[in-house]
């Protein structure tokens, strides 16, 4: 089954700074790649990526996939303390197969 | 509210025990997918419906476990004699199917299972 690796794990930063989260998968049946949110309780949807190179933005977010070398970045700029939460990335092979997720802080 | 809907929220259980959880999906989807999540990880692929069709389960499944979409709208989550390790959150999501060009799926709010 295809794998899906995200890093960091695990991510400390202030308010106001930029950062990369980062997601690898596999190919044996890749249809699209999800990037979800994930507070306390659902995964709540923030993009879905099938094209490489081409970026998705919404506000202060936006990822882009690079389907030849096989990954994903989400960029968050300008931070704030609501982006606090566990970002998840998920391969979508008729089936969503889910990294371990990172798990963002942000600090006043 | 027309989002997934998921019942009960939390459940508490003796080992040994059976549980059934709920799931209602969005109702245009047809799709309907059960995740497990632990502390730390990222939800755990545990089965999904095309309709009443369940297409696959996953191959680290118990057969302790077992789920039906009869009508193809509700789904049912059943956990037999349930174990220690069963804790966790059970998340259902909805979607439509990657023909109808829109594959995201929704999640519901989980139902945390803890097993005593």
């Known amino acids: 089954e295809d794998k899906v690796v995200q890093s960091p794990l695990s991510l400390v930063v202030h308010e106001g700074d930029t950062v990369t989260l980062n997601c690898s998968y596999e190919v044996t049946n890749f249809r699209s790649l999800l990037w979800y949110k994930q507070e306390k309780k659902a995964p709540t949807f923030l993009f879905m990526l099938?094209?490489?190179?081409i970026e998705k933005k919404s506000g202060r977010l936006s990822s882009i996939l690079d389907k030849k070398e096989l990954f994903s970045i989400l960029n968050i700029t300008a931070t704030q303390t609501g982006d606090s939460a566990v970002y998840l990335c998920a391969e979508n092979t008729d089936k969503l197969i889910f990294g371990t997720g990172t798990r963002l802080q942000v600090f006043p | 509210d027309t989002g997934v809907s998921q019942n009960p929220r939390h459940k508490i259980t003796k080992r040994g025990q059976n549980v059934t959880f709920r799931c209602d999906p969005i109702?245009?989807?047809?799709?309907l997918y059960w995740y497990r999540q632990t502390l730390g990880q990222g939800p755990e692929f545990l089965t999904y419906?095309?309709?009443?069709?369940?297409?696959?389960k996953s191959r680290l499944l118990s057969d302790r476990f077992s789920a039906e979409r009869p009508k193809g709208s509700f789904s049912t989550l059943e956990i037999q004699r349930t174990e220690q390790g069963d804790s966790a959150m059970y998340l259902c999501?909805?979607?439509?199917?990657?023909?109808?060009?829109?594959?995201?799926?929704?999640f519901g709010q989980g139902t945390r299972l803890t097993v005593v």
């Open positions: 999501a909805s979607s439509f199917p990657i023909f109808q060009g829109s594959t995201e799926a929704f």
């Open positions: 109702s245009e989807h047809n799709r």
């Open positions: 419906f095309q309709n009443e069709a369940q297409l696959e």
């Open positions: 099938t094209s490489s190179g």
